[in-house]
């Protein structure tokens, strides 16, 4: 059973960037059979989906946070990254990451405890 | 991209009654859909992938069903603990990936 664990600051001033790590253990990150992604739920909303990177360094973003944002993998310590540059209160959200599988269909199936990454002056 | 509708947005269930929860997709999904359970304070939780299969340790009283861009997450006899918002996900666009709403299932 994977488990992930989400770590980085949970305050970030305006037009900075927000910079979050994922750890996995349980598995190893070099696994075929999974994407590791970064899914986030602002206060009170639903969840969307940020972006995945395969172990490999192959990413997928949504197209709608795409010019900000970047995804890396730390194969050597079983970590994943994510990254978001110029940020406003609309980024304001809590950010999990989840292992996503890879076949038989791209659902999430363990997920991070979540952090809650505040952007404020 | 596929939108995901949830419906509805909150349903009143009493304890030891069935709910059904609804998710329509603008196109076709086939059977690529996922739901979720989150509960306050609390990651999202898999319950069912490919429509229809229960992930692991789910109880039999989660079903889902549906295909192409009608799904139902059927929950018999609910329980205490079933009381959370649930969540639809298609897959059969990947990338991107996207969510439904959500259905938040409260106590009548």
């Known amino acids: 059973q994977l488990q992930l664990q989400e770590s980085g600051p949970g305050l970030v001033k305006p037009s900075e960037t927000l910079s979050l790590t994922c750890t996995v253990s349980g598995g190893s990150i070099r696994s075929n059979d999974y994407y590791w992604a970064w899914v986030r739920q602002p206060p009170g909303k639903g969840l969307e989906w940020i972006g995945s990177v395969y172990y490999s360094g192959s990413t997928y973003y949504n197209t709608s946070l795409k010019s900000r944002l970047t995804i890396s993998v730390d194969r050597s310590n079983n970590q994943f990254s994510l990254s978001l540059n110029s940020v406003t209160a609309t980024d304001t959200a809590v950010y999990y990451c989840?292992?996503?599988?890879?076949?038989?269909?791209?659902?999430?199936?363990?997920w991070g405890q979540g952090t809650l990454v505040s952007v404020s002056s | 991209e596929t939108v995901m509708t949830q419906s509805p947005g909150t349903l009143s269930v009493s304890p030891g009654e069935e709910a059904t929860l609804s998710c329509r997709a603008s196109q076709s999904v086939g059977t690529n859909l996922a739901w979720y359970q989150q509960k306050p304070g609390q990651a999202p939780r898999l319950l069912i992938y490919g429509a229809s299969t229960r992930a692991t340790g789910i109880p039999a009283r989660f079903s889902g069903s549906g295909s192409g861009t009608e799904f139902t997450l059927t929950i018999s006899s609910l329980q205490s603990e079933d009381f959370a918002v649930y969540y639809c996900?298609?897959?059969?666009?990947?990338?991107?990936?996207?969510f439904g709403g959500g259905t938040k299932v409260e106590i009548k």
């Open positions: 989840a292992s996503q599988r890879r076949s038989g269909g791209y659902y999430f199936d363990s």
């Open positions: 996900q298609e897959f059969n666009s990947w990338p991107p990936l996207t």
